[in-house]
Structure formats: structure tokens, C-alpha cells
């Protein structure tokens, strides 16, 4: 078993960047594949971005690719991720999770089992 506490998310402007954080506790983290998930006001959690265990393979939703970056750093138990280009509908609470590892990066919120309490990410026009 593994817990998660996500960090980062706070107030910024249209244009902006934030890194958010999710640390992870207990099970190694190296076993799971992990992603991040968001949710905004009256609208069903949507996948954002996962990375493998190993951090070789990562997979983004088309509407941040090119402005988000998902990494992680084994040695910290820590994955981030990196926000540029912030728009307003980028606007929700940012979700870690994760999964055991299965080689394969999963974009429904379904597929994991862990997950952590969300950071919240305000980007105003």
C-alpha cells in the first residue's frame, strides 16, 4: 500500500507556470505506475498525464500535451508535475494516483487504486 500527499497548487495567472508534487509513502515506490487526474466544478475526474514506474514512458492528455510535464524522481519517492502555459480551463483540483506496475499507462481514473486528497489550481484570465 502506498499514500500520497500532493503540494504545489495555488492561485496564478493566465500564462503562468506551478509544479505540483505528490509524495509518496509505505510501498516502494518504484512498484507503481503513476498518474495525475483532474477535476474541475460540475465535471467528471479526467485524466491528465501517467509515467511508468521507471519514469521511460509517459502519456498525456491531448489538451495539456505540449504545456505539462509529468516526471518523477525514484530516489524521492516523488513525482511532479511541471505546468506551463496555464489556461483558465487548466482551473481544478490536481489528483495523484497510482497503481502497481503492469507495463502498460492507463488514462481511467478506474484503473487506480491509490490515490491521494488533491491540490487545487486556480489560473485566472
Known amino acids: 500500500q502506498v499514500q500520497l500527499v500532493e503540494s504545489g497548487g495555488r492561485l496564478v495567472q493566465a500564462g503562468g507556470s506551478l509544479r505540483l508534487s505528490c509524495a509518496a509513502s509505505g510501498r516502494a515506490f518504484s512498484a507503481y505506475d503513476m498518474g495525475w487526474f483532474r477535476q474541475a466544478p460540475g465535471k467528471e475526474r479526467e485524466f491528465v498525464a501517467a509515467?511508468?514506474?521507471?519514469?521511460?514512458?509517459?502519456n498525456y492528455a491531448d489538451s495539456v500535451k505540449g504545456r505539462l510535464t509529468i516526471s518523477r524522481d525514484n530516489t524521492k519517492n516523488t513525482m511532479y508535475l511541471q505546468m506551463n502555459s496555464l489556461k483558465p480551463d487548466d482551473t481544478a483540483v490536481y489528483y495523484c494516483?497510482?497503481?502497481?506496475?503492469?507495463?502498460?499507462?492507463?488514462?481511467?481514473?478506474?484503473?487506480?487504486?491509490?490515490w491521494g486528497q488533491g491540490t487545487q489550481v486556480t489560473v485566472s484570465s
Open positions: 494516483a497510482a497503481r502497481l506496475r503492469t507495463g502498460y499507462l492507463y488514462t481511467s481514473a478506474a484503473s487506480y487504486d491509490y
Open positions: 509515467i511508468s514506474w521507471s519514469g521511460d514512458s509517459t
